[in-house]
């Protein structure tokens, strides 16, 4: 299952060799902020880079706007049956520019004309 989110980068942990083939794998921190209830709700999330990408991660700073494609998956834990691990494996990330995208107003181009009120109508608009 691949997805996507944009995100502020906060920092790298070292990569380790982990498993049976001593495979690298490195950790890394992001932060999301979204609006709840005109409300701003920060939160942290924990991703993963495998083998040879776990460099790509020293070319991002602290507060980097960052585009990641990542894969969501859980796995049984062996000693406790109904636990599961859930794991979010980056495979792209992209640095997004420093500012965030902001639209104009939407603005009609044609000419919007006033009803015309003749001097022997009566103005019966209330204010």
Known sequence: MALSITVKF?????????????????????????????EVITKQVALNVWKDK???LDKFNE?????????????????KDGQ???????FKIEKKGAT???HEPFESKEKVEEPFVGKDEPDDMPF
């Open 63 to 79: 507060g980097d706007k960052l585009e990641i494609s990542f894969d969501l998956q859980s796995r049984e834990n062996p000693k």
């Open 54 to 56: 776990t460099s790509m």
């Open 100 to 102: 965030t995208e902001q």
């Open 10 to 38: 906060v920092k790298a942990f070292p990569a380790e060799n982990v498993g049976q083939n001593n495979t690298a794998k490195r950790t890394f921190l992001v932060e999301r902020s979204q609006m709840f209830n005109d």
């Open 84 to 90: 599961f691990f859930t794991e979010l494996t980056a």
